[in-house]
């Protein structure tokens, strides 16, 4: 085939998907630009917006055709830097470590360089809250291939947990977290043995119906849940018992380290309580991928039938997944209800187990590094469009497509095992 007729199918074929995509673009945007309300003498009018609809189809049409231009020059870059360097340079580990590194270096030392910026702060805490739930949810989906749709269900077992010990029985916040982690756990195996036998889609259905009957167990019994108020006046966490509070019955951490009490001094601690519990929620997950029961996770996630032809106890595997990934989701959910204060639940919804599970394939299956990033632009940028207004949300969708569009395995794509054969790192 000659290259004038190569470039006329191509132009044809650009064209034709364009014009597919202006067509989605114009069934979407019909009722969220073309038309609107406004009040008139007799109550709400509605009014088109034709020409802002008209712009933002041509808008979508050639910005189709620009992105399918990007994306050709970009394979052809990433060939030629695969011909020009060895694999063995560009999937080394070396890099990521160095990158991990630099992460926790700033995460540190971020309430230093952001100091008397609360937004920032908190904004950084949410970040690493969703990086303990991704880690956690990455056990699951990313290590031992099992699709899990009703993740958040296990924050809030930790969540109501302490929220439930602390209010009615007294219990403190370190008291909560390994109660909250077992409990957590014990659901885990609850949800995972029912579900051995299923996989993909199904799998996916099942554990999505155990996350609403979570939720609607906490709407509906209220004697215990406290129903659709949730749970108010939720005691925050300590510093070795001292409260972090301008006063109290008895020494305070501002009266025995001699401060004067500051309201950011809370929010400064409890952004270095919940980064202490994701390093060692990623040092737990580092070290179970290199045991016996890591690599067996990787082995199900590959192939499950030559599992159970080598001996491999597949169902135990699979619950230990699961507890894992649900035990770590309560430690968060405890910090979550410490942080908050207070918890219903409207905070666990579906769309939370799709943001965690958006933030695992976002980042990479099975990468921990890549979970950090996903959740930082999954936090960052919703913040950063609220300038938009009504706009927000449909900016943060096209930020998602693009991302995926160009980095459709995550933005840390490359997966190999955790442990190979000696020699085997050279060749892959």
Not at 118 to 135: E, H, K, N, P, S
Not at 385 to 395: A, H
Request: proline residues 4%; contains cysteine; glycine residues 12%.
């Amino acid at each position: 085939m000659s290259s004038t007729v190569m470039q006329e199918t191509n132009l044809h074929f650009r064209v034709k998907d364009a014009l597919g995509a202006a067509l989605v673009a114009g069934l979407v945007g019909l009722p969220m630009l073309g038309l609107t309300t406004r009040d008139g003498n007799n109550g709400l009018e509605v009014h088109t917006r034709w020409a802002l609809l008209a712009a933002f189809i041509a808008i979508a049409f050639a910005g189709r055709i620009v992105m399918q231009l990007l994306l050709q020059r970009f394979s052809l870059f990433s060939k030629r830097r695969s011909r020009a360097r060895p694999v063995a340079q560009i999937t080394g580990n070396g890099s990521l470590v160095w990158a991990g590194a630099g992460c926790v270096a700033f995460a540190v030392l971020l309430p230093a360089l952001f100091a008397g910026n609360r937004y920032v702060v908190d904004t950084a805490t949410t970040v690493l809250i969703y990086v303990m739930l991704g880690w956690g949810l990455n056990v699951v989906v990313g290590l031992a291939g099992l699709l899990d749709l009703g993740y958040v269900a296990f924050y809030a077992v930790g969540a109501y947990t302490y929220g439930l010990l602390s209010t009615y029985f007294g219990f403190g916040f370190w008291q909560c977290l390994p109660i909250a982690g077992g409990l957590a756990a014990a659901f885990g195996m609850l949800l995972g043995y029912p579900t051995l036998r299923l996989r993909g889609d199904y799998l996916a259905i099942v554990t999505l119906g155990f996350g609403e009957i979570i939720r609607l167990i906490l709407v509906n019994w209220g004697d215990v849940t406290g129903g659709p108020n949730g749970v108010s006046s939720i005691p925050k966490p300590t510093f070795f018992g001292l409260p972090m509070q301008a006063s109290g019955d008895g020494p305070t951490f501002a009266t025995v380290f001699g401060l004067d009490y500051s309201p950011g001094q809370r929010v400064v601690f409890l952004y270095y309580l919940i980064l202490a519990l994701a390093l060692l929620t990623n040092l737990l997950v580092s070290r179970l991928r290199r045991l016996p029961v890591g690599r067996a996770w990787e082995a199900v996630r590959e192939d499950e039938i030559a599992c159970k032809a080598m001996g491999i106890n597949v169902t135990n595997v699979k619950l230990s997944a699961f507890a894992t990934g649900a035990m770590l989701a309560g430690f968060a959910g405890v910090f979550f209800a410490a942080r908050q204060g207070f918890i219903s639940p409207e905070s666990f919804t579906f769309s939370e187990s799709a943001t965690i599970l958006a933030i695992v394939v976002l980042g990479g299956m099975g990468s921990q590094l890549g979970v950090v990033l996903a959740a930082a632009l999954l936090v960052v940028l919703p913040e950063l469009g609220r300038d938009f207004s009504e706009y927000r949300m449909l900016l943060f969708a096209v930020a998602m497509v693009f991302i995926m569009v160009v980095r459709p395995g995550g933005l840390i794509s490359h997966r190999r095992a955790t442990v190979s054969a000696p020699g085997m790192e050279a060749k892959q």
